[in-house]
Protein backbone atom coordinates (compact mmCIF):
# COMPACT_ATOMS: atom_id res chain seq x y z
CA UNK A 1 0.00 0.00 0.00
CA UNK A 2 2.73 2.33 0.56
CA UNK A 3 5.68 2.89 -1.04
CA UNK A 4 8.15 3.67 1.57
CA UNK A 5 8.62 0.33 2.87
CA UNK A 6 11.02 -2.23 0.82
CA UNK A 7 9.40 -5.00 -1.57
CA UNK A 8 12.95 -6.97 -1.58
CA UNK A 9 12.44 -10.31 -1.49
CA UNK A 10 15.41 -11.40 1.18
CA UNK A 11 15.38 -14.78 1.26
CA UNK A 12 18.44 -16.82 0.56
CA UNK A 13 20.61 -14.09 2.18
CA UNK A 14 23.05 -15.78 4.83
CA UNK A 15 22.55 -13.85 8.64
CA UNK A 16 24.81 -10.83 8.57
CA UNK A 17 23.98 -10.07 4.43
CA UNK A 18 20.33 -10.03 5.70
CA UNK A 19 21.28 -7.73 8.95
CA UNK A 20 22.93 -5.72 6.22
CA UNK A 21 20.26 -5.22 4.03
CA UNK A 22 17.60 -4.35 6.70
CA UNK A 23 19.50 -1.80 8.17
CA UNK A 24 20.45 0.10 4.87
CA UNK A 25 16.68 -0.36 3.11
CA UNK A 26 15.51 1.26 6.70
CA UNK A 27 18.22 3.75 6.79
CA UNK A 28 17.24 5.38 3.27
CA UNK A 29 13.79 5.73 4.56
CA UNK A 30 14.05 6.33 8.03
CA UNK A 31 16.74 5.03 10.27
CA UNK A 32 18.51 2.45 11.40
CA UNK A 33 20.53 1.87 14.58
CA UNK A 34 22.63 -1.12 15.97
CA UNK A 35 21.91 -1.35 19.60
CA UNK A 36 24.96 -3.74 20.70
CA UNK A 37 26.39 -7.32 19.71
CA UNK A 38 22.64 -8.59 19.57
CA UNK A 39 19.98 -6.00 18.95
CA UNK A 40 19.16 -3.30 16.39
CA UNK A 41 16.86 -0.98 15.62
CA UNK A 42 14.82 0.24 11.99
CA UNK A 43 12.36 2.39 11.59
CA UNK A 44 10.63 3.36 8.45
CA UNK A 45 8.01 7.16 9.15
CA UNK A 46 4.80 6.56 6.70
CA UNK A 47 1.58 7.09 8.32
CA UNK A 48 0.12 8.27 11.81
CA UNK A 49 0.11 5.32 13.24
CA UNK A 50 3.59 3.70 14.78
CA UNK A 51 3.64 -0.03 14.88
CA UNK A 52 6.30 -1.16 17.54
CA UNK A 53 7.41 -4.62 16.52
CA UNK A 54 9.76 -6.77 18.76
CA UNK A 55 11.20 -9.81 16.18
CA UNK A 56 13.70 -12.24 16.08
CA UNK A 57 16.15 -12.26 13.65
CA UNK A 58 15.41 -16.03 13.00
CA UNK A 59 12.04 -15.59 13.06
CA UNK A 60 11.70 -13.13 10.86
CA UNK A 61 13.83 -15.25 8.10
CA UNK A 62 12.12 -18.04 8.77
CA UNK A 63 8.12 -17.11 9.07
CA UNK A 64 7.54 -16.10 5.88
CA UNK A 65 8.94 -16.70 2.69
CA UNK A 66 10.47 -13.32 1.30
CA UNK A 67 12.21 -13.20 4.90
CA UNK A 68 10.77 -9.76 5.61
CA UNK A 69 10.18 -8.45 9.11
CA UNK A 70 6.10 -9.28 10.09
CA UNK A 71 6.14 -5.44 11.17
CA UNK A 72 7.30 -4.38 7.32
CA UNK A 73 4.39 -6.43 6.26
CA UNK A 74 1.83 -5.40 8.31
CA UNK A 75 3.04 -1.71 8.18
CA UNK A 76 2.91 -1.93 4.56
CA UNK A 77 -0.26 -3.28 4.30
CA UNK A 78 -2.10 -0.55 6.51
CA UNK A 79 -0.03 2.15 5.32
CA UNK A 80 1.27 2.71 8.89
CA UNK A 81 4.70 3.78 10.06
CA UNK A 82 7.35 1.21 11.60
CA UNK A 83 9.79 0.90 14.28
CA UNK A 84 11.53 -2.56 14.34
CA UNK A 85 13.49 -3.91 17.20
CA UNK A 86 15.07 -7.01 16.52
CA UNK A 87 17.09 -9.47 18.37
CA UNK A 88 19.70 -11.95 17.56
CA UNK A 89 18.59 -15.44 19.52
CA UNK A 90 16.13 -14.85 22.29
CA UNK A 91 17.45 -12.43 24.37
CA UNK A 92 14.03 -10.70 26.14
CA UNK A 93 15.77 -7.56 25.24
CA UNK A 94 17.31 -7.07 28.65
CA UNK A 95 20.57 -4.97 27.81
CA UNK A 96 21.63 -1.42 28.49
CA UNK A 97 22.00 -0.42 24.88
CA UNK A 98 18.31 -1.22 24.32
CA UNK A 99 17.29 1.02 27.49
CA UNK A 100 19.27 3.29 26.43
CA UNK A 101 17.70 3.90 22.74
CA UNK A 102 14.18 3.89 24.35
CA UNK A 103 15.20 6.58 26.76
CA UNK A 104 16.38 8.67 23.85
CA UNK A 105 13.33 8.21 22.00
CA UNK A 106 11.03 9.10 24.73
CA UNK A 107 13.92 12.05 25.46
CA UNK A 108 13.38 13.21 21.37
CA UNK A 109 9.72 13.27 21.86
CA UNK A 110 9.48 10.41 19.47
CA UNK A 111 6.56 8.53 20.32
CA UNK A 112 4.21 11.80 20.39
CA UNK A 113 4.59 12.37 16.77
CA UNK A 114 2.26 9.62 15.97
CA UNK A 115 -1.67 9.42 16.70
CA UNK A 116 -1.36 6.11 17.81
CA UNK A 117 1.49 4.10 19.52
CA UNK A 118 0.91 -0.15 19.04
CA UNK A 119 3.57 -2.44 20.15
CA UNK A 120 3.75 -5.89 19.43
CA UNK A 121 5.50 -9.12 20.18
CA UNK A 122 4.92 -12.75 20.96
CA UNK A 123 6.78 -15.06 23.38
CA UNK A 124 9.99 -13.10 24.56
CA UNK A 125 9.73 -10.33 22.12
CA UNK A 126 5.75 -9.87 23.67
CA UNK A 127 7.69 -9.85 26.90
CA UNK A 128 9.79 -6.69 25.56
CA UNK A 129 6.54 -5.55 24.34
CA UNK A 130 5.19 -5.02 27.79
CA UNK A 131 7.74 -3.57 29.20
CA UNK A 132 8.57 -1.27 26.88
CA UNK A 133 5.46 0.45 26.22
CA UNK A 134 5.87 2.17 29.33
CA UNK A 135 7.56 4.54 27.15
CA UNK A 136 4.98 5.24 25.13
CA UNK A 137 1.97 6.41 27.42
CA UNK A 138 -1.93 5.28 25.70
CA UNK A 139 -0.23 3.14 23.34
CA UNK A 140 -2.04 -0.43 22.78
CA UNK A 141 -0.20 -3.44 22.73
CA UNK A 142 -0.90 -6.85 21.55
CA UNK A 143 1.03 -9.71 23.15
CA UNK A 144 1.22 -12.99 22.36
CA UNK A 145 2.52 -15.85 25.01
CA UNK A 146 4.29 -13.17 26.96
CA UNK A 147 6.22 -14.05 29.78
CA UNK A 148 5.89 -11.36 33.02
CA UNK A 149 9.94 -12.26 34.52
CA UNK A 150 12.24 -14.45 34.36
CA UNK A 151 13.36 -13.70 37.38
CA UNK A 152 13.28 -16.99 39.80
CA UNK A 153 12.65 -14.96 42.45
CA UNK A 154 9.21 -14.58 40.68
CA UNK A 155 8.87 -16.92 38.30
CA UNK A 156 10.84 -20.31 39.48
CA UNK A 157 8.22 -22.69 38.22
CA UNK A 158 8.96 -21.66 34.78
CA UNK A 159 12.01 -24.47 34.13
CA UNK A 160 11.78 -23.63 29.87
CA UNK A 161 14.59 -20.45 29.98
CA UNK A 162 16.92 -21.79 33.10
CA UNK A 163 19.54 -20.04 30.67
CA UNK A 164 18.07 -16.88 31.43
CA UNK A 165 17.85 -16.69 34.85
CA UNK A 166 21.60 -15.05 35.37
CA UNK A 167 20.28 -12.03 33.40
CA UNK A 168 18.47 -8.86 35.46
CA UNK A 169 14.85 -8.84 35.53
CA UNK A 170 15.01 -6.73 38.26
CA UNK A 171 16.28 -3.13 36.82
CA UNK A 172 15.26 -1.08 34.41
CA UNK A 173 12.23 -2.27 32.16
CA UNK A 174 12.28 -5.39 34.56
CA UNK A 175 8.63 -6.63 35.65
CA UNK A 176 6.58 -6.68 32.26
CA UNK A 177 2.76 -5.88 34.45
CA UNK A 178 4.21 -2.98 36.03
CA UNK A 179 5.27 -1.82 32.61
CA UNK A 180 1.81 -1.78 31.15
CA UNK A 181 0.50 0.64 34.18
CA UNK A 182 0.24 3.49 31.40
CA UNK A 183 -0.81 1.47 28.60
CA UNK A 184 -4.39 2.21 26.90
CA UNK A 185 -5.02 -1.59 26.73
CA UNK A 186 -3.32 -4.41 26.94
CA UNK A 187 -4.45 -7.52 24.70
CA UNK A 188 -3.09 -10.62 25.97
CA UNK A 189 -3.24 -13.72 23.77
CA UNK A 190 -2.76 -17.37 25.01
CA UNK A 191 -3.20 -21.32 25.33
CA UNK A 192 -4.76 -21.94 28.96
CA UNK A 193 -3.53 -25.42 28.67
CA UNK A 194 0.04 -24.38 28.28
CA UNK A 195 0.19 -24.48 32.02
CA UNK A 196 3.60 -22.28 32.38
CA UNK A 197 2.14 -19.59 29.95
CA UNK A 198 -0.81 -19.28 31.49
CA UNK A 199 0.81 -18.60 35.22
CA UNK A 200 2.60 -15.82 33.10
CA UNK A 201 -0.56 -14.53 31.74
CA UNK A 202 -2.13 -14.63 35.48
CA UNK A 203 0.72 -11.92 36.45
CA UNK A 204 -0.73 -9.52 33.85
CA UNK A 205 -4.09 -9.89 35.43
CA UNK A 206 -5.12 -5.53 35.22
CA UNK A 207 -8.04 -3.07 35.09
CA UNK A 208 -6.63 -2.93 31.43
CA UNK A 209 -5.88 -5.86 30.37
CA UNK A 210 -8.28 -8.16 28.01
CA UNK A 211 -7.08 -12.11 27.54
CA UNK A 212 -8.22 -14.32 24.53
CA UNK A 213 -7.87 -17.56 25.04
CA UNK A 214 -6.31 -19.96 21.94
CA UNK A 215 -7.25 -23.47 23.81
CA UNK A 216 -5.44 -26.56 22.31
CA UNK A 217 -3.07 -24.72 19.92
CA UNK A 218 -0.12 -25.13 22.06
CA UNK A 219 3.19 -23.18 22.14
CA UNK A 220 3.44 -21.95 18.66
CA UNK A 221 0.47 -19.54 18.88
CA UNK A 222 1.93 -16.58 16.42
CA UNK A 223 2.95 -19.24 14.05
CA UNK A 224 -1.01 -20.65 13.73
CA UNK A 225 -2.65 -17.06 13.86
CA UNK A 226 0.18 -15.97 10.35
CA UNK A 227 -1.25 -19.62 9.01
CA UNK A 228 -5.30 -18.91 9.83
CA UNK A 229 -4.29 -15.34 8.32
CA UNK A 230 -5.81 -13.98 11.49
CA UNK A 231 -3.02 -12.19 13.07
CA UNK A 232 -3.11 -9.31 10.77
CA UNK A 233 -7.16 -8.58 11.59
CA UNK A 234 -6.43 -8.48 15.18
CA UNK A 235 -3.80 -5.98 15.28
CA UNK A 236 -5.39 -3.80 13.18
CA UNK A 237 -8.24 -4.29 15.35
CA UNK A 238 -5.87 -3.62 18.32
CA UNK A 239 -4.50 -0.62 16.99
CA UNK A 240 -8.19 0.67 16.13
CA UNK A 241 -10.02 -0.07 19.43
CA UNK A 242 -11.88 -2.56 18.25
CA UNK A 243 -10.74 -5.59 19.48
CA UNK A 244 -12.96 -7.21 21.76
CA UNK A 245 -13.64 -11.05 23.30
CA UNK A 246 -16.53 -11.40 20.77
CA UNK A 247 -14.29 -9.70 17.77
CA UNK A 248 -11.86 -12.40 18.35
CA UNK A 249 -14.08 -15.14 18.76
CA UNK A 250 -15.32 -15.00 15.17
CA UNK A 251 -12.05 -14.41 13.84
CA UNK A 252 -10.87 -17.61 16.02
CA UNK A 253 -13.63 -19.71 14.82
CA UNK A 254 -11.27 -19.57 11.72
CA UNK A 255 -9.46 -22.99 13.69
CA UNK A 256 -12.06 -25.42 12.27
CA UNK A 257 -10.52 -25.01 9.46
CA UNK A 258 -7.02 -25.58 10.91
CA UNK A 259 -5.52 -29.19 10.99
CA UNK A 260 -2.83 -28.53 13.59
CA UNK A 261 -6.09 -27.69 15.72
CA UNK A 262 -8.04 -30.34 14.92
CA UNK A 263 -5.62 -32.87 15.60
CA UNK A 264 -4.77 -31.43 19.10
CA UNK A 265 -8.05 -31.66 19.58
CA UNK A 266 -8.93 -35.13 18.60
CA UNK A 267 -5.85 -35.75 21.30
CA UNK A 268 -7.53 -33.84 23.91
CA UNK A 269 -10.76 -35.90 23.48
CA UNK A 270 -9.26 -39.45 23.34
CA UNK A 271 -7.43 -38.47 26.71
CA UNK A 272 -10.83 -37.66 28.12
CA UNK A 273 -12.47 -40.69 26.95
CA UNK A 274 -14.94 -39.29 24.98
CA UNK A 275 -15.71 -41.58 22.45
CA UNK A 276 -19.11 -40.41 20.98
CA UNK A 277 -17.27 -36.54 20.58
CA UNK A 278 -14.08 -37.95 19.26
CA UNK A 279 -16.34 -40.05 16.61
CA UNK A 280 -18.10 -36.71 16.08
CA UNK A 281 -14.77 -35.05 14.97
CA UNK A 282 -13.33 -37.39 12.71
CA UNK A 283 -16.26 -37.48 10.45
CA UNK A 284 -16.40 -34.19 10.75
CA UNK A 285 -12.86 -33.49 9.46
CA UNK A 286 -12.73 -36.33 6.76
CA UNK A 287 -16.01 -34.42 5.06
CA UNK A 288 -13.66 -31.54 4.42
CA UNK A 289 -10.29 -33.47 4.04
CA UNK A 290 -7.84 -36.54 3.08
CA UNK A 291 -6.63 -36.80 6.93
CA UNK A 292 -5.19 -40.17 7.27
CA UNK A 293 -4.62 -39.69 11.29
CA UNK A 294 -8.70 -38.75 11.26
CA UNK A 295 -9.24 -41.79 9.00
CA UNK A 296 -7.48 -44.64 11.29
CA UNK A 297 -9.29 -43.14 14.70
CA UNK A 298 -12.99 -43.43 13.18
CA UNK A 299 -11.43 -47.26 11.78
CA UNK A 300 -10.67 -48.16 15.51
CA UNK A 301 -13.98 -46.68 17.02
CA UNK A 302 -16.54 -48.41 14.26
CA UNK A 303 -14.29 -51.67 14.32
CA UNK A 304 -16.56 -54.22 15.74
CA UNK A 305 -15.92 -55.10 19.13
CA UNK A 306 -14.78 -58.69 19.50
Known amino acids: MDGN??????????????????????????????????HFAAFVRSGPVLLVSFETVQGMRSLTES?????????????????????DGDTWFRDDQVYAYFDQLVDDGFFDEFETVVFYGAGPCGYAAAAFSVTAPGARVLAIQPQATLDPRVAEWDDRFTDMRRNDFTSRYGFAPDMIDAAQHVHLIYDPDVTLDAMHAALFTKVNVTKYRMRYMGEALQTHLLFMRRLFPILQAAAEDRLTPRFFAGLYRARR????????LLTKLDLLDRPELTRML??????????????????????PKE
Open 5 to 38: FPLNDLSGLDKQDWTRRIMEQAEARGAADRLGKR
Open 282 to 303: CRNVLHRYNAPRFQRRLMQLEA
Open 67 to 87: ARPFGWQMSQKMGWSSLLLAS
Open 257 to 264: NHLPYLRR
